[in-house]
């Protein structure tokens, strides 16, 4: 019997199927269409994703061609009435960038097979059943022949329509917004006042017309909301984008050469249940929001990323099944939170056409907001301030100082670093499937050599789980010659992590803290109170 079959070879499932063969899991991945589709709505890699993409060497690739989205500019009837610049936020990447997903599928898959996968195409999920061991499925191979397999666990990482979710018996309950959109992948003739950094969004009676940053290739992406009785059925025309564009943004935009365009009617769903039993739901066949904000595909990406580390611990024989449970635990509330913001943000935008005359310069003002929370708004929304605090995989002692980053919050970057005798930063550091370990020297009151290196061999007994770093001055790296060393020689990382005094962070896989104390000995209370080892 294989080990997993990941159904969907998009974004989600190929982040999936990626980090499982990373782990030297077997997997099979398997997609229904004949490749890559160019007809695809998520044109915004956030924050925390490329960040992900950073600590796997893929950030360069991924970010080729694309354009940073530093702000947006609003209009009202065609008239430009100020704008909002996103603040930059703690992060080698500021701001999240506009890359067509297309692009984003296209470095996933050389990522995949690069590590000896493939992604199977022409291949359909029509049946499924599960026992106490495994999931029987039946394949439909080109359309014609049909094959049937075993496997242990089954990831549907299948999208809004996920044959898995329908065929394991999930309901998808939510609803759909009132008001349908057009969209559109297109070249603009005009466009120099479109400035390609920015998302440019014009109000008008009529509805709303978003003008989202220039794709590669000086594409821009064209979304606009139409009235409630208006019918989506077929495929819209160009005349009618262009009839739009010119009455609400009022500028000498002539559109051409369209890529795709269609219409959408956004749905906001989310499954009772993110696993059952042997099967996982992922991406947008666990939960479906507004693309508004750009959500969806990040979403799905770190849904993968949260669970494929947990999954390999199991199959391997190395964690107890319950770690599984904390998938749902975890993103489950990402996802509800994300729903809840997208639906808020949307129906904001579309109240504006139905609003008196004398209201529309208020809602106007309400779109600026000070800066402060602009940066809040902006961690929010790049991902980068998820909190899994509540999870039982974040473990705060009860003599925790309160220093540095908390449990269930992002590991942060740190610059400076110096490893193996590179410069280089944390999340630069060579991808790892296991916990890290740091064991902090401290700039105000270092230990003796002798206690750090004793708590890096206590922590040997974990080895299963983790990699002990150790984390000194410019010397360390003499200090320890037998250990892993990251020399700190500004003190960056120390300030960062609270690290004033000697203490122990223990990372995530996916890079989240997990624990940190002051005792450098204490790491195996981490596993026993959350749960991973029998003691």
């Known amino acids: 019997m294989d080990k997993v079959l990941v159904v969907g070879g998009r974004t989600t499932g190929l982040m999936m199927a990626s980090e499982l063969a990373r782990r030297g899991i077997p997997v099979r991945c398997i997609d229904k269409s004949p490749g890559i589709d160019p007809h695809v709505r998520a044109n915004l890699l956030h924050s925390r994703t490329l960040e992900i993409f950073q600590g796997l060497g893929l950030d360069a690739q991924a970010t080729r061609g694309s354009v940073s989205e530093i702000g947006?500019?609003?209009?009202?009837?065609?008239?430009?009435?100020g704008e909002s610049p996103h603040a930059p936020i703690d992060s080698p990447f500021p701001f999240g960038m506009s890359q067509s997903q297309a692009h984003t599928e296209a470095t996933l898959e050389a990522h995949l097979e690069a590590l000896g996968g493939t992604v199977e195409r022409d291949v359909s999920l029509t049946a499924l059943t599960q026992d106490e061991d495994g999931v029987t499925v039946t394949l439909r191979?080109?359309?014609?022949?049909?094959?049937?397999?075993?496997?242990?666990?089954?990831?549907?990482?299948?999208?809004?329509?996920?044959?898995?979710?329908?065929?394991?018996?999930?309901?998808?309950?939510?609803?759909?917004?009132?008001?349908?959109?057009?969209?559109?992948?297109?070249?603009?003739?005009?466009?120099?006042?479109?400035?390609p950094d920015k998302g440019h969004v014009f109000f008008h009676e009529d509805g709303v017309l978003f003008a989202f940053t220039r794709l590669p290739g000086n594409r821009h992406f064209l979304v606009a909301s139409l009235a409630a009785e208006i019918g989506t059925e077929g495929t819209p025309t160009l005349q009618q984008l262009q009839a739009i564009v010119s009455e609400r943004a009022a500028m000498s935009l002539r559109l051409h050469d369209p890529h795709w365009l269609g219409f959408f009617r956004i749905n906001y769903r989310l499954v009772p249940r993110y696993r059952q039993d042997r099967i996982f739901l992922a991406g947008d066949a666990a939960h479906v929001h507004s693309l508004l904000a750009g959500q969806g595909m990040n979403t799905g990406i770190q849904?993968?990323?949260?669970?494929?580390?947990?999954?390999?611990?199991?199959?391997?024989?190395?964690?107890?099944?319950?770690?599984?449970?904390?998938?749902?635990?975890?993103?489950?509330?990402?996802?509800?939170?994300?729903?809840?913001?997208?639906?808020?943000?949307?129906?904001?935008?579309e109240s504006y056409a139905g609003l008196p005359q004398q209201d529309r310069e208020t809602f106007i003002s309400h779109l600026y907001t000070p800066e402060a929370a602009r940066l809040d708004a902006a961690r929010h929304l790049q991902e980068i301030d998820?909190?899994?605090?509540?999870?039982?995989?974040?473990?705060?002692?009860?003599?925790d100082?309160?220093?540095?980053?908390?449990?269930?919050?992002?590991?942060?970057?740190?610059?400076?670093?110096?490893?193996?005798?590179?410069?280089?930063?944390?999340?630069?550091?060579?991808?790892?499937?296991?916990?890290?370990?740091?064991?902090?020297?401290?700039?105000?009151?270092?230990?003796?050599?002798?206690?750090?290196?004793?708590?890096?061999?206590?922590?040997?007994?974990?080895?299963?789980?983790?990699?002990?770093?150790?984390?000194?001055?410019k010397t360390a790296a003499g200090a320890f010659p037998d250990l892993a060393v990251i020399n700190d020689p500004e003190g960056n990382m120390?300030?960062?992590?609270?690290?004033?005094?000697?203490?122990?962070?223990?990372?995530?896989?996916?890079?989240?803290?997990?624990?940190?104390?002051?005792?450098?000995?204490?790491?195996?209370?981490?596993?026993?109170?959350?749960?991973?080892?029998?003691?």
């Open 401 to 473: 100082d309160q220093r540095g980053p908390r449990p269930g919050t992002r590991a942060p970057d740190a610059t400076d670093l110096v490893f193996n005798g590179q410069t280089t930063s944390l999340f630069r550091l060579p991808a790892d499937d296991q916990y890290r370990l740091f064991l902090f020297c401290g700039t105000l009151n270092s230990p003796p050599v002798e206690v750090l290196r004793d708590a890096a061999i206590a922590s040997e007994e974990f080895a299963q789980w983790l990699t002990p770093y150790i984390v000194g001055g």
């Open 141 to 195: 191979c080109g359309g014609e022949r049909e094959e049937t397999a075993r496997y242990q666990w089954v990831i549907a990482c299948d999208g809004a329509h996920s044959s898995v979710r329908h065929l394991a018996g999930d309901a998808f309950p939510g609803d759909a917004d009132d008001i349908p959109y057009i969209l559109g992948d297109v070249l603009i003739d005009g466009d120099e006042d479109l400035e």
């Open 72 to 81: 947006f500019v609003f209009y009202r009837d065609g008239q430009r009435v």
């Open 303 to 349: 849904d993968a990323h949260n669970l494929a580390w947990k999954l390999a611990q199991v199959v391997r024989g190395r964690a107890p099944a319950q770690l599984l449970d904390t998938y749902e635990t975890e993103r489950r509330i990402v996802a509800e939170e994300i729903l809840e913001t997208t639906r808020k943000i949307t129906e904001t935008m």
């Open 386 to 399: 998820l909190d899994y605090g509540a999870s039982p995989l974040s473990v705060t002692p009860a003599d």
């Open 494 to 535: 120390h300030r960062i992590y609270g690290a004033d005094n000697p203490c122990i962070c223990l990372v995530r896989p996916d890079g989240y803290v997990a624990y940190r104390c002051s005792d450098l000995t204490s790491v195996g209370r981490y596993f026993e109170q959350s749960g991973l080892t029998g003691r």
